[in-house]
T-cell receptor, first 115, second 113 residues
Framework: EAEVAQSPRYKITEKSQAVAFWCDPISGHATLYWYRQILGQGPELLVQFQDESVVDDSQLPKDRFSAERLKGVDSTLKIQPAELGDSAMYLC?????????????FGEGSRLTVL | AQSVTQLDSQVPVFEEAPVELRCNYSSSVSVYLFWYVQYPNQGLQLLLKYLSGSTLVESINGFEAEFNKSQTSFHLRKPSVHISDTAEYFCAVIYNAGNMLTFGGGTRLMVKP
């Protein structure tokens, strides 16, 4: 069964360090999402890609976060420098559709702890 | 700002008892409604969705949810829960046929033997 792959599953880092997460969506899924899920809260969208283009990054803290999907397939989310408040689960999802009706398929997430 | 509210952060229930997980959303011209489930140490999975048509939608594992426009609700119900239903359940909404899925804060369903 096709899955969204994410790595690493767990990352512990010290504040002010750089950290990166990788996501490989389901083959053929043009739309890719990065969500942040703080413990006890629902996921919040950080950035959405359609192929290699950013569709929505209005909630991405651009002073320290960056995301890219250079070839329209896999994607990397980077945080530099990491802050204590960045501790969260970072979820990647992909879908076939861009407008509303499509199902999102989520990876297992990357849990970040910033010390 | 448009939001999704899940009033219950935790719902403990005994096995074979009925359960209702509540979800309310901000009133809007049009909404698409979803319930996602997250089992321990797994990613989120779509449980069921309402896009149009019948206001009552069902999942393959016995859950159902009803779109109530006047109450701006999309509560999730199951008449008899199993231990294996223990998970976190998230209500999510797409407003006005946009492309952004807004999630509620989640409800942890804990089924006890």
């Amino acid at each position: 069964e096709a899955e969204v792959a994410q790595s690493p599953r767990y990352k512990i880092t010290e504040k002010s360090q750089a950290v990166a997460f990788w996501c490989d969506p389901i083959s053929g899924h043009a739309t890719l999402y990065w969500y942040r899920q703080i413990l006890g809260q629902g996921p919040e969208l950080l950035v959405q890609f359609q192929d290699e283009s950013v569709v929505d990054d209005s909630q991405l803290p651009k002073d320290r976060f960056s995301a890219e999907r250079l070839k329209g397939v896999d994607s990397t989310l980077k945080i530099q420098p990491a802050e204590l408040g960045d501790s969260a689960m970072y979820l990647c999802a992909s879908s076939l559709a861009t407008q509303g009706t499509g199902e999102l398929f989520f990876g297992e997430g990357s849990r970040l702890t910033v010390l | 700002a448009q939001s999704v509210t899940q009033l219950d952060s935790q719902v403990p229930v005994f096995e074979e008892a009925p359960v209702e997980l509540r979800c309310n959303y901000s009133s809007s011209v049009s909404v698409y409604l979803f319930w996602y489930v997250q089992y321990p140490n797994q990613g989120l999975q779509l449980l069921l969705k309402y896009l149009s048509g019948s206001t009552l939608v069902e999942s393959i594992n016995g859950f159902e949810a009803e779109f109530n426009k006047s109450q701006t609700s999309f509560h999730l119900r199951k008449p008899s829960v199993h231990i294996s239903d223990t998970a976190e359940y998230f209500c999510a909404v797409i407003y006005n046929a946009g492309n952004m899925l807004t999630f509620g804060g989640g409800t942890r369903l804990m089924v006890k033997p």
